[in-house]
């Protein structure tokens, strides 16, 4: 059992990669992201990034917890990924186990130690400042889409969760998923 909080309420900002035309929507409690790629076989990416006013500490916790959803009959192969910004300027990414082309309602917990350093971050001191947390990017990357496809997602606002304590450590578990496979729009 994952006991989650709140973080900051924050809208978010959207980015895409050169080849991405990009949309987004508030739908009160959640943002509805849609990238329509413009060339195709090329590198292409979207991201919702949840910019706080000032860092914020999530090193009492242990999941980001995402509430996401993707709409029927989306047949992308990209995956949805989440990355961590530390107020160094560091990129620190994670898979968040669900697949954009799983319709319906997804709750997905990444473990923190799951984050790498992305690639494209630079630095002798590889260690995610989880007490410094400058913001929280939610979306795909690197796909090579075709010319004209639509990848969309919907999510809420982040949040960070504590595992319950139990007697039976959880070894080796790096995502946990919640799907509700009823029809959703979004």
Not at 3 to 23: I, M, N
Not at 89 to 97: N, T, V
Not at 117 to 140: E, F
Request: net charge neutral.
């Amino acid at each position: 059992m994952v006991a989650v909080g709140a973080l900051p309420d924050v809208k978010p900002a959207v980015g895409g990669g050169q080849f991405v035309k990009t949309e987004l929507t508030d739908e009160s409690s959640r943002w509805r992201a849609v990238g329509t790629v413009t060339k195709g076989q090329v590198d292409t990416c979207l991201f919702l990034s949840f910019n706080f006013p000032q860092p914020v500490d999530l090193s009492g916790g242990e999941v980001p917890a995402l509430d996401t959803r993707v709409p029927e009959g989306q047949g992308t192969a990209a995956e949805l990924l989440v990355i961590l910004h530390d107020n160094k300027g560091r990129d620190f990414i994670a898979h968040a186990g669900r697949s954009l082309n799983a319709p319906g309602r997804c709750q997905s917990f990444v473990l923190l130690s799951q984050f790498q350093l992305a690639g494209w971050s630079k630095d002798r001191d590889a260690r995610l400042d989880l007490s410094a947390v400058a913001a929280i990017r939610v979306g795909w990357g690197g796909y090579l889409g075709t010319a004209g496809e639509k990848v969309e997602f919907a999510t809420a606002m982040p949040q960070i969760g504590r595992l319950a304590k139990s007697g039976n450590p959880q070894i080796g578990v790096s995502v946990f998923l919640r799907f509700e496979n009823r029809q959703n729009s979004l």
